[in-house]
């Protein structure tokens, strides 16, 4: 069974920096892209950043252009979202995603972590 275990949450004040991981482990035959989503309270889930695995290209959403960093872990199959500049409306719990196949002609599927609380002080 595939899992997603998130790391790295927590207090970080309004222009400070944070970094958050994650790491995928079980059974999938390939991953196709990961990313990090968001939902802050009372507001729809929204894709963050996301890198593709298979050509290393990535995307971002407006509002952290600039100021966050998608990157590829390099031993493990995993994921970082360097945080910087962070911003109050940064605050929410962030997700981290992956979109794998189990088997060589399966479907994509998806998975997800528990989810790791980013709360901004300013």
């Known amino acids: 069974q595939v899992q997603l275990v998130e790391s790295g949450g927590g207090l970080v004040q309004a222009g400070g920096s944070l970094r958050l991981s994650c790491r995928a482990s079980?059974?999938?035959?390939?991953?196709?892209?990961m990313g990090w989503y968001r939902q802050a309270p009372g507001k729809q889930r929204e894709l963050v950043a996301s890198l593709s695995m298979t050509d290393g290209s990535t995307s971002y959403t407006d509002s952290v252009k600039g100021r966050f960093t998608i990157s590829r872990e390099n031993i493990k199959h995993g994921v970082h979202l360097q945080m910087n500049n962070v911003k109050p409306n940064d605050a929410a719990d962030y997700y981290c995603n992956m979109k794998y196949r189990d088997r060589l002609w399966g479907a994509t599927l998806d998975a997800w972590g528990q989810g790791t609380p980013v709360t901004v002080s300013e």
């Open positions: 079980g059974g999938f035959y390939s991953i196709a892209a």
